[in-house]
T-cell receptor, first 115, second 113 residues
Framework: NAGVTQTPKFQVLKTGQSMTLQCAQD?????MYWYRQDPGMGLRLIYY???????DKGEVPNGYNVSRLNKREFSLRLESAAPSQTSVYFC??????????????FGPGTRLTVL | EDQVTQSPEALRLQEGESSSLNCSYT??????LFWYRQDPGKGPEFLFT???AGEEKEKERLKATLTKKESFLHITAPKPEDSATYLC??????????????FGTGTQLKVEL
């Protein structure tokens, strides 16, 4: 089991360029999440997908789009990158159970710099 | 607005010197509280989930406890390999669907020989 994998690990973009961050999980989890982590801000939710075929906005969705390609894969797209999107991006996944809450498991992150 | 606050921001300990990290949250109803460890350049690694006041979980030198308004992560006789940033996250009752988590900004722990 690789768990949650993310590509690329590092990326440098110029302002206005576009790119897609890829995430895949092999744990048969239903829910997937995209976060960004900035110094002093904590992890903030960008978008999430509670199940295959659904996506919803999180706390900071502006400037991003997502696609839940299938149960395994959840991608994050920056259509026109801005310096404010310089951050570390984490993907996470969670198995939905009938009762209680369940842990989110995180990938290794993508470090994005927008010049 | 639901908030999660962690203290201290940074903590330096000598090897073997026990201490506690704090995570407090606004009392709007908690569904679950999560502790993660994050090493530099890595993603958060799950440690514990706590659901109700009075609950405790242990793993090696770490013990997490929960009250109605805060959680503590106790570190007993820490070793240098315990050095990391410890993150606390809360799922509040009124976050609706999707199991959304609110994260604190973390406590950066350094354990020295």
């Amino acid at each position: 089991n690789a768990g949650v994998t993310q590509t690329p690990k590092f990326q440098v973009l110029k302002t206005g360029q576009s790119m897609t961050l890829q995430c895949a999980q092999d744990m048969n989890h239903n829910s997937m999440y995209w976060y960004r982590q900035d110094p002093g801000m904590g992890l903030r939710l960008i978008y999430y997908s509670a199940s295959e075929g659904t996506t919803d906005k999180g706390e900071v969705p502006n400037g991003y789009n997502v696609s839940r390609l299938n149960k395994r894969e959840f991608s994050l797209r920056l259509e026109s990158a801005a310096p404010s999107q310089t951050s570390v991006y984490f993907c996470a996944s969670r198995l939905t159970k009938v009762k209680g809450t369940d842990t989110q498991y995180f990938g290794p992150g993508t470090r994005l710099t927008v010049l | 607005e639901d908030q999660v606050t962690q203290s201290p921001e940074a903590l330096r300990l000598q090897e073997g010197e026990s201490s506690s990290l704090n995570c407090s949250y606004t009392v709007s109803g908690l569904r679950g509280l999560f502790w993660y460890r994050q090493d530099p350049g890595k993603g958060p690694e799950f440690l514990f989930t706590l659901y109700s006041a009075g609950e405790e979980k242990e793993k090696e030198r770490l013990k997490a406890t929960l009250t109605k308004k805060e959680s503590f992560l106790h570190i007993t006789a820490p070793k240098p390999e315990d050095s990391a940033t410890y993150l606390c996250a809360v799922q509040f009752l009124r976050t609706g669907g999707g199991n959304k988590l609110t994260f604190g900004t973390g406590t950066q722990l350094k354990v020295e020989l």
